[in-house]
T-cell receptor, first 114, second 107 residues
Framework: NAGVTQTPKFQVLKTGQSMTLQCAQD?????MSWYRQDPGMGLRLIHYSVGAGITDQGEVPNGYNVSRSTTEDFPLRLLSAAPSQTSVYFC?????????????FGSGTQLSVL | KNEVEQSPQNLTAQEGEFITINCSYSVGISALHWLQQHPGGGIVSLFMLSSGKKKHGRLIATINIQEKHSSLHITASHPRDSAVYIC?????????FGTGTSLTVIP
């Protein structure tokens, strides 16, 4: 099992460019989520999904889009990158919604927006 | 105010010392997670607990749901324990994270 696969590991964008961060899990997990990690602020939830076809906003959703067309994949789209989106991004999955099961994290994406 | 507070922010210990990291939360939850972030950035789940105590090797986690407080203890600390430890409180399908405790264990 690969677990949670997150790509790319590093990315540099110019302001206004768009890109998609990929997240895939092979554990048949219902719950998938995206976080950003900024110095001194801890992890913050961007968007989450409790199953295919279902997504919802987290604490900091502005500037990001998600979709969940399959159980395995949960891509995060930046439509028009801004310097404020410079951060480290993590994808995570869990067997069930509700928070009563362990979270499995991807290896992270370090994004710089110039 | 962050819904999950951790203390201390930074902790330096000598090898072999007993270490305690604290987590307090204001949200009403039924479980709490402890995570470990390695120096390379990867995050792994250590514990998920809803009551009492859990032990895994030299790591012990306790929780008091009524007092909204959890502690992570490391016995006989070792330099390989150096990492950032993060507590996370789930509520309504959303996770709220502490800012982390950066632990350095000196040989």
């Amino acid at each position: 099992n690969a677990g949670v696969t997150q790509t790319p590991k590093f990315q540099v964008l110019k302001t206004g460019q768009s890109m998609t961060l990929q997240c895939a899990q092979d554990m048949n997990h219902e719950y998938m989520s995206w976080y950003r990690q900024d110095p001194g602020m801890g992890l913050r939830l961007i968007h989450y999904s409790v199953g295919a076809g279902i997504t919802d906003q987290g604490e900091v959703p502005n500037g990001y889009n998600v979709s969940r067309s399959t159980t395995e994949d949960f891509p995060l789209r930046l439509l028009s990158a801004a310097p404020s989106q410079t951060s480290v991004y993590f994808c995570a999955s869990s067997p069930f919604q509700g928070g009563s099961e362990k979270l499995f994290f991807g290896s992270g994406t370090q994004l710089s927006v110039l | 105010k962050n819904e999950v507070e951790q203390s201390p922010q930074n902790l330096t210990a000598q090898e072999g010392e007993f270490i305690t990291i604290n987590c307090s939360y204001s949200v009403g939850i039924s479980a709490l997670h402890w995570l470990q972030q390695h120096p390379g950035g990867g995050i792994v789940s250590l514990f998920m607990l809803s009551s009492g105590k859990k032990k895994h090797g030299r790591l012990i986690a306790t929780i008091n749901i009524q007092e909204k407080h959890s502690s992570l203890h490391i016995t006989a600390s070792h330099p390989r324990d150096s990492a950032v430890y993060i507590c996370a409180a789930p509520r309504n399908n959303q996770f709220y994270f502490g800012t982390g405790t950066s632990l350095t264990v000196i040989p």
